[in-house]
């Protein structure tokens, strides 16, 4: 079988998308981790030892009673305070039904979606508010000031907004597109276009799962991806659907809005792009600037740090790539090394990137100068596949001295093994 084989292009994209819920997504032997511990190590270079090994363990509370259907299914576990230097696992939410499919946080809030058909909403682990929607997987969630925007497995957008602050309401306000707007787009048989043999639908509709979304808050838009292989272009101010890109030859799983303009797209048939927009006619529209991969393995997760000018890239084979924006263009840095299975998601804070794995541990690594990539720690404790990531930094300690001039990070992984864990880490001078 070719490289570029529809059918292997195909199969792959089942493989990481079709069938999440039961994933195996296999890059090396299997890792078995002890359940209800933590571990974290600290090095000075790329080469990671087993997660297996657990230097510091975390005793879990003991669980409660599973609540009424009225009340939150989820069950906070405190755990023991992090090591003296700052890094360790606070606590872990766990729910007996439902894996973990996306996190957003927003200030002290955070947002979770799993295969259930509600958002829940949570302040310092502790349940703040919750809304519900008709689909079952929330594939995705991002937040813009009062809005909460989330992509479903049935190609909706949602659009949510908190509205009472004393009790603590999100209350659904639209969906994407809005109901004219589909209304009059289907009226115009050229706004048609074939997604299947046989089947024609609008163009502004995703008429399959909604796998990501990001924000571009400075020019008002956001984008949304699809395994219907398309982004789409929303204006933040009307709802309006701009335009529709057909991106990839398979399912579209990372689109993130990132520096000058770039918009980077990653998709199951092994490619990396960026695109920009561009006055084209009298019409501004994406344009195909760079093709940056084009491999056998999946790309799974994309993000970016926008302080640095950094790309990160990962793959269905373990491996996260990464490209630097020098003077001109977008140059290959190098190739980061850590996880035996795929990577399933990625997060960037400061100089720190975190990158969440099927074989359930999360590398925290940190960028030298020079672009060298230096793991500072393995975070172990999941039972499953992690599966999304969301990082905020805490500018002060509970004491509120500061932490002695050291950045601190809060850092949430969601698994499919039904949880969220919640962790701290200091960013020290590393010798």
């Given amino acids: 079988m070719t490289k570029n084989s529809p059918h292997r292009r195909t199969k792959l994209g089942e493989l990481f998308h079709r069938s999440e ?71 872990s939410l766990t729910r007996e039904e439902g894996h973990v499919y996306s996190l957003a946080s927003s200030g002290d809030l955070l947002y979770t979606g799993s295969d259930s058909r509600n958002i829940r909403v949570w302040k310092k682990l502790s349940e703040f508010s919750g809304f519900k929607s008709s689909s079952g997987l929330v594939k995705a969630i991002v937040v813009s000031g009062e809005r909460i925007f989330t992509g479903h497995q049935d190609g909706k957008i949602r659009v949510w907004k908190y509205s009472d602050s004393k009790k603590k309401a999100h209350k659904r306000v639209g969906s994407l597109p809005t109901t004219r707007d589909f209304i009059i787009s289907s009226m115009n048989p050229s706004n048609y276009v074939e997604v299947r043999r046989h089947r024609n639908v609008p163009w502004v509709k995703h008429y399959d799962v909604v796998s990501c979304l990001s924000l571009d808050k400075s020019h008002g838009l956001l984008y949304s991806g699809s395994w219907d292989k398309t982004i789409k272009v929303w204006r933040l101010s009307d709802s309006k659907c701009l335009e529709s890109v057909n991106a990839h030859n398979d399912a579209v799983n990372s689109v993130v809005s990132g520096f000058e303009g770039f918009v980077f797209s990653g998709s199951a048939d092994g490619s990396m792009k960026v695109w920009r927009r561009e006055l084209v006619g009298k019409e501004t529209k994406h344009m195909l600037v760079y093709t940056l991969l084009n491999q056998e393995a999946a790309v799974t997760s994309v993000v970016v740090n926008g302080g640095d000018a950094v790309v990160y890239a990962g793959s269905s084979d373990g491996l996260v790539n990464f490209w630097d924006r020098p003077k001109n263009g977008l140059v290959q840095g190098g190739v980061i090394r850590g996880h035996r299975q795929a990577v399933l998601c990625l997060a960037a804070a400061g100089r720190l990137v975190f990158s969440g794995s099927a074989d359930k541990s999360i590398c925290v690594w940190r960028r030298e100068a020079g672009g060298f990539h230096s793991c500072l720690f393995v975070l172990t404790g999941h039972d499953g596949p992690v599966k999304c990531l969301a990082v905020q930094e805490q500018e002060e300690d509970e004491d509120g001295d500061g932490g002695g001039g050291d950045r601190e990070w809060v850092v949430y992984s969601g698994s499919l093994d039904r949880s969220v864990k919640l962790w701290r880490l200091s960013e020290q001078p590393w010798k």
């Fill in 21 to 91: 819920p039961s994933i195996s997504l296999t890059a090396g032997q299997h890792q078995h981790d002890d359940t209800g511990s933590s571990s974290h190590h600290r090095h000075s270079n790329v080469s990671i030892p087993s997660p297996n090994s657990s230097p510091v363990n975390y005793i879990m509370s003991p669980f409660h009673q599973t609540s009424p259907f009225s009340k939150s299914p989820w069950k906070f576990s405190p755990l023991n305070s992090p090591a003296g230097d700052g890094t360790g696992l606070i606590g």
